[in-house]
Each structure stands twice: as structure tokens, then as C-alpha cells.
């Protein structure tokens, strides 16, 4: 389809155990958010791809958590030794330019729900 | 550090009826101020924005914002709710001044019922 992907929808897994999250953004759009929303907590930044850029990993909660994005496009989201705080709702975005373009606008997936047992 | 208020969890209203959806934020400069909407079990979806010019923003779906630059409020309205309207309504900002991250309030639950 034409909007933002993610894949798995949802995730059970056992603590300690690592999981990848993935996230295929619209076709042209330069950046990738990832946020995590936990209930209670609303929207919480992990991480920010733009373009060829350094990434802003600001966000990421501990080294556990870690993400890449290959050829400007695809990326996933790793969390190792996951904890069962680590629940919760993983949201990937993207836009064309950043929040300083013009639209300002991101355009959500409709997330993967994770739960560590 | 820039930051997001919504001080309801929850907001009931009567289908007809107007709505209101309150917006508080704190930053360093001249916000940008976004409101998104999640239907259950779908992702977030942009109703609206203001960046710059008028205080009054229309959207969609009909709503419509007001920014309140002495209040540092953005509270969302709607002159007549609808069932549909139902949902969860985030309020997120970002600095005016640069950065590519949107702070995200918590959310308030809209329950508009017949």
C-alpha cells in the first residue's frame, strides 16, 4: 500500500529474549521516526533518521534499544534482553524533509504491539 | 524542555453538542502545534497544525484549533460532534526554532455518545 508499514503487528515474547521491529516508510519520504506508546504515557521519541544524517537517538530509553536504517529507506528497531517494561506500542513514522518542510505533517503506522511475558 | 499538557483523560459529550479538547505546551521560542487523532487500532492521523499567521486553524473532519499565545493553550474544538468523532486526540509541539522532534501530550479520550 502507499502508506507506512510495520511489521510484526503484534509480538509476544519471553524477557530476555531479543525482538526486531520493523518499519517501511512511504516511498520518497526522507525521515523515519520511531516512538513508543505505552498506556498512561502517550507518544514517548526513540529515534530520528534523516536522510544521510546522523541519527538523533536522543530518545532511546537504554542500550538495549537500537535501530538502523538501511539505503535511506527500511528500518528496524532492536531490543535486546528485552524487558517486560519494554510493553508496548512501537509507532514508526515518516515525512518528506523533517518537521522543517512545509507539511510539518508525519504519517503514522498503525504499530506492533509488543508484550514481553 | 519543551512539553505538552492535556489535562482531561477523558472528555464525554452528547452527539450535537460542541467539543473541546484542551491543549497546554511549553517551549523556548515559537511553537509549532499539531493535533493528531488514533482510531482504535489504527495508527495516528494528522487533523491539523499551526505554524505561523492566523490563530484560528480549520482541519479535518471539521475541527478547527485556536491558538492562544498568552495561555499557551491550542485547544481543539468542534461546533457539533459526531458518534465517529470518537477516539483518542493527541496535542503535539515542536520548537519553532529547529529540531525534528514532536513532543507528544497524553492523550484525552473522546467519548461522543448518542
Known amino acids: 500500500g502507499a502508506g507506512v508499514s510495520q511489521s510484526p503487528s503484534n509480538k509476544v515474547t519471553e524477557k530476555g529474549k531479543d525482538v526486531e521491529l520493523r518499519c517501511d516508510p512511504i516511498?520518497?519520504?526522507?525521515?523515519l521516526y520511531w516512538y513508543r506508546q505505552s498506556l498512561g504515557q502517550g507518544l514517548e521519541f526513540l529515534i530520528y533518521f534523516q536522510g544521510n544524517s546522523a541519527p538523533d537517538k536522543s530518545g532511546l530509553p537504554s542500550d538495549r534499544f537500537s535501530a538502523e536504517r538501511t539505503g535511506g529507506s527500511v528500518s528496524t528497531l532492536t531490543i535486546q534482553r528485552t524487558q517486560q517494561e519494554d510493553s508496548a506500542v512501537y509507532l514508526c513514522?515518516?515525512?518528506?524533509?523533517?518537521?522543517?518542510?512545509?507539511?510539518?505533517?508525519?504519517?503514522f503506522g498503525e504499530g506492533s504491539r509488543l508484550t514481553v511475558l | 524542555a519543551q512539553s505538552v499538557a492535556q489535562p482531561e483523560d477523558q472528555v464525554n459529550v452528547a452527539e450535537g453538542n460542541p467539543l473541546t479538547v484542551k491543549c497546554t505546551y511549553s517551549?523556548?521560542?515559537?511553537?509549532?502545534l499539531f493535533w493528531y487523532v488514533q482510531y482504535p487500532n489504527r495508527g495516528l492521523q494528522f487533523l491539523l497544525k499551526?505554524?505561523?499567521?492566523?490563530?484560528l486553524v480549520k482541519g479535518s473532519y471539521g475541527f478547527e484549533a485556536e491558538f492562544n499565545k498568552s495561555q499557551t493553550s491550542f485547544h481543539l474544538k468542534k461546533p457539533s460532534a459526531l458518534v465517529s468523532d470518537s477516539a483518542l486526540y493527541f496535542c503535539a509541539v515542536r520548537e519553532g526554532g529547529g529540531g525534528n522532534k514532536l513532543t507528544f501530550g497524553t492523550g484525552t479520550q473522546l467519548k461522543v455518545e448518542l
Open positions: 499551526y505554524i505561523t499567521g492566523d490563530n
Open positions: 513514522a515518516s515525512s518528506f524533509g523533517g518537521l522543517q518542510g512545509s507539511s510539518g505533517e508525519l504519517f
Open positions: 516511498s520518497g519520504h526522507t525521515a
Open positions: 517551549v523556548s521560542g515559537n511553537p509549532y
